[in-house]
């Protein structure tokens, strides 16, 4: 299958239990789609790699001419309706090529914030004349597009900016006068889409060009990226046609926020891909470096990190396909001509999209510095992979919204959906009463009795939370963090498992990967339910949540050294990461 025949809808995957045969895999990629990340790879290895020096010295004429190759590849023009020079292919294309481009982060990110931040909104928002004016230039790299919502003193608080847009006398321009901050391809990007307030009150996007008026700063000096275009932009009398406003006035929070959905799940697959590309590094080199008279890869403790990482790959890869695989089957259900038909499509999954930013980038954050560890000494030089890999690494938990503020959105969205009756998290918890946890544990197999488990006590604490605080107050965010790291562990382990049992035959790597996670997250996701009661107290009777939370219990253990040893020693068989 190319996609997800009749997808669960967004933050569904909490109250229905799916099967294997209903989720997209990366087993299920076609020969087509795979022809792209073949092409982005090719492209990655024969033209950007060699030129690496001179992208890390910041000569942007390099990245500029790259972006070009990568135009007539068309490796731009992907999310780009046919009839503006694009191709309209499926969102699992478009991620095959996000995953390529990890090879190089730094190029990775010029090229990504062009294709999805930088291009997206007038895909999405643009009228026929905008589409029609700037996509055929932005698909074939001609032009070079930004996003610029960030401000000097709004980040998270994006609402909050100061840049302002003012209508001149004669009703032609807009003038707008602020600053922005931290903008990919702010070096050398020709059009931007502008966030500012019309009259300092209507929050409105703009397509705004260089030549408009806008001022690119220094490049920043950044912990790593460091090939990539990082500046300020100086707006003072940027005089912006009226008809270069993107969307409606006073409704730029649209754009902006649902552009960051695609940004926020296409940056999972850069971040597998360049996670991947750590262990692998990692496994080569465990492999080389000898030390009392054996390969470091030998020992038990090198095993174990391998191991972990490798978990990590398989899990992220699980939940990412399946996020790709159930946006592709929406998308195949609505009118791709109408660009607000295909937004509402995807926004649905905004949880699902956010629990991949967040999980993503954490277990990137794991590998690179696990990697740097595997390394020794030499992960700490700058002659090494792993260094540049652990610094380029630590941007992802900070942008496309922070992991904190995704945090937040995962719970919020999920309370407010059960609230307004979009959720059936009432339903669920009256099912989970009537079929205990208990059941499953004499009857299931030990991964899935985990599954059941963490999926079960996801659900038994958003509605607890709900009762606690009603529809009126908000609760704590420490508790809706508990609750996102609940529903974050009931995505992953439902995912690998289901991507577990679709490949067959049944492979005991496999297991061993998908077994060791599940015990793990069952166990983590018990300490945080024990958490949330002590929290819950305070404003609540608890009596009957701990009786049902006490079904709960996860009295199974793995043997860890066993499932460690089986999937490093497959790693080291192949000498690389295979799935
Ligand atoms: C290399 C790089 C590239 C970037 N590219 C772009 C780009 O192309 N376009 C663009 O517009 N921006 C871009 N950004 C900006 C990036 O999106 C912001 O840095 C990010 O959104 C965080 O904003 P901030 O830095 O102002 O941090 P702040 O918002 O000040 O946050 C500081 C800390 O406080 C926390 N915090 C803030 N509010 C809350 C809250 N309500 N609850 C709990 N915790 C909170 C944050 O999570 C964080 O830990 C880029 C940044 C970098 C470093």
Redesign the pocket.
């Known amino acids: 299958m190319t996609t997800t025949k009749n997808p669960l809808s967004g933050g569904q995957f909490l109250f229905t239990d799916s099967q294997a045969a209903d989720i997209f895999t990366r087993e299920d990629i076609s020969e087509e789609q795979r022809m792209f990340a073949r092409v982005a790879e090719e492209f990655m290895r024969k033209e950007v790699l060699p030129r690496e020096e001179q992208i890390y010295s910041k000569d942007w004429s390099v990245t500029r001419e790259l972006l070009l190759k990568a135009g007539e590849l068309d490796l731009l023009r992907v999310d780009i309706p046919e009839e503006y020079g694009g191709l309209s292919l499926d969102k699992i294309s478009s991620a095959l090529i996000g995953e390529a481009i990890a090879l190089m982060p730094s190029f990775g990110?010029s090229l990504g914030?062009h294709t999805t931040?930088?291009t997206l909104p007038i895909v999405f928002f643009g009228t026929p004349a905008q589409r029609a004016k700037y996509l055929p230039k932005l698909a074939s790299g001609e032009l070079i597009a930004?996003?610029?919502?960030?401000?000097?003193?709004?980040?998270?608080?994006?609402m909050a900016a100061k840049t302002k847009a003012i209508l001149s006398a004669d009703g032609k321009h807009y003038v707008l006068n602020g600053q922005?901050?931290?903008?990919?391809?702010?070096g050398f990007a020709d059009v931007f889409i502008i966030?500012a307030k019309v009259d300092g009150d209507k929050f409105t996007a703009f397509i705004v060009e260089r030549d408009h008026g806008v001022v690119s700063g220094h490049e920043?000096k950044?912990?790593?990226?460091d090939g990539?275009s990082?500046t300020a932009l100086m707006l003072e009398d940027c005089r912006v046609p009226v008809e270069n406003v993107l969307g409606e006035i006073g409704k730029g929070h649209v754009v902006a926020f649902n552009v960051l959905n695609l940004g926020r799940l296409k940056l999972g697959t850069r971040n597998l891909g360049s996670a991947k590309l750590a262990l692998n590094n990692a496994i080569s080199y465990s492999k080389e470096r000898h030390q009392f008279g054996k390969a470091i890869g030998e020992f038990g403790l090198i095993k174990r990190k391998l191991a972990e990482m490798a978990i990590r790959c398989f899990v992220g890869d699980a939940m990412v396909w399946r996020t790709l695989g159930m946006i592709d089957g929406a998308l195949e259900q609505v009118d791709q001509s109408q660009p607000m038909q295909v937004l509402k499509a995807i926004e649905q999954y905004a949880v699902e999209c956010s629990i991949i930013k967040v999980w993503t980038s954490e277990a990137l954050g794991y590998v690179v510095d696990e990697t740097v560890q595997v390394y020794g000494g030499y992960g700490y030089s700058k002659d090494y992979p792993a260094e540049r890999a652990y610094r380029d690494a630590r941007?992802t938990r900070?942008?496309?919204?922070?992991?904190?503020?995704n945090r937040?959105i995962i719970a919020t969205r999920l309370l407010k959906a059960a609230a307004s009756g979009g959720l059936p998290l009432r339903a669920r918890v009256e099912y989970l009463k009537e079929w205990p946890y208990y059941y499953d544990r004499r009857e299931t197999e030990y991964s899935q009795k985990a599954c059941n488990l963490v999926r079960g006590m996801a659900v038994l604490s958003l509605d607890a939370i709900q009762q606690a605080y009603g529809d009126q107050t908000s609760p704590e965010?420490e508790v809706l963090a508990l609750a996102a790291e609940m529903v974050m562990e009931a995505y992953a382990i439902e995912s690998v498992l289901l991507r577990m049992q679709k490949i067959s035959p049944a492979n005991r790597v496999i297991e061993a990967m998908a077994r060791t996670y599940a015990c793990a997250a069952a166990h983590r996701t018990e300490l945080n339910s024990q958490y949330l009661v002590e929290v819950l107290k305070t404003v609540m009777d608890t009596k009957d949540l701990e009786d049902h939370f006490s079904e709960y219990i996860v009295y199974d253990f793995i043997n860890p050294v066993l499932e460690h040893r089986t999937i490093a020693d497959a790693l080291r068989e192949s000498g690389r990461y295979l799935w």
């Open positions: 990110a914030a931040i930088g930004a996003y610029c919502l960030t401000e000097p003193g709004s980040g998270s608080d994006a922005k901050m931290w903008i990919t391809n702010g966030f920043e950044k912990l790593g990226l990539s990082t941007i900070l942008y496309e919204g922070t992991n904190e503020i937040t965010q």
